[in-house]
């Protein structure tokens, strides 16, 4: 594949675990999972009832702009590993539409938003690669769920 996906940093899952604020001042929330999620961390989703998550609010942009988007996300409550097939959207996430409703947003150099796509029932990893292949202004896209439009991971060029 051409393409790596991005999930949340270690560090920065850690430093929110510690602090128990988000990168915006708001407490984080521990709730039992009611959803799937997934985990930005390790890019599973949870077991509604059974998994606790922590809710907190992010920005995946490293500028501020029009189009930054935060929101809501999750990670696990409990320590799990950061998504390590880098070269592959998570199986997990791609097996499951009916749970993971999945849109690419793809942004250029500068963070604007210059492509929009759902993915529906096509293969995402082809898609992603389709998609690099044929928009050269895109820079890097963020997989987002197209319902809740919450942010789920970054994915970049390689």
């Given amino acids: 594949m051409k393409f790596k996906i991005i999930?949340?940093?270690?560090g920065f899952v850690e430093k929110v675990k510690t602090e128990k604020i988000d990168s915006f001042g708001n407490p984080v929330i521990r709730q039992l999972a009611t959803g799937h999620g997934p985990c930005r961390l390790s890019l599973r989703p949870f077991?509604?009832?059974e998994d606790y998550r922590l809710l907190f609010?992010?920005?995946?942009?490293?500028?501020r702009n029009a189009f930054d988007q935060s929101?809501?996300?999750?990670?696990?409550?409990?320590?799990?590993?950061?998504?390590?097939?880098?070269?592959?959207?998570p199986k997990e996430i791609k097996a499951d539409s009916i749970n993971f409703p999945l849109s690419l947003i793809?942004?250029?150099?500068n963070q604007e938003m210059v492509s929009t796509q759902l993915?529906?029932?096509?293969?995402?990893d082809e898609l992603i690669n389709e998609v690099f292949e044929t928009n050269f202004e895109i820079d890097f896209l963020h997989a987002r769920n197209a319902e809740a439009c919450c942010f789920i991971?970054?994915?970049?060029r390689c």
């Fill in 106 to 109: 793809g942004y250029n150099e």
């Fill in 119 to 124: 993915v529906g029932d096509k293969d995402i």
């Fill in 57 to 63: 609010s992010h920005s995946p942009f490293k500028k």
């Fill in 47 to 49: 077991v509604p009832g």
């Fill in 71 to 89: 929101g809501p996300i999750f990670i696990q409550d409990k320590e799990v590993a950061a998504y390590s097939d880098v070269h592959n959207f």
């Fill in 153 to 156: 991971c970054k994915i970049e």
């Fill in 7 to 10: 999930p949340l940093s270690l």
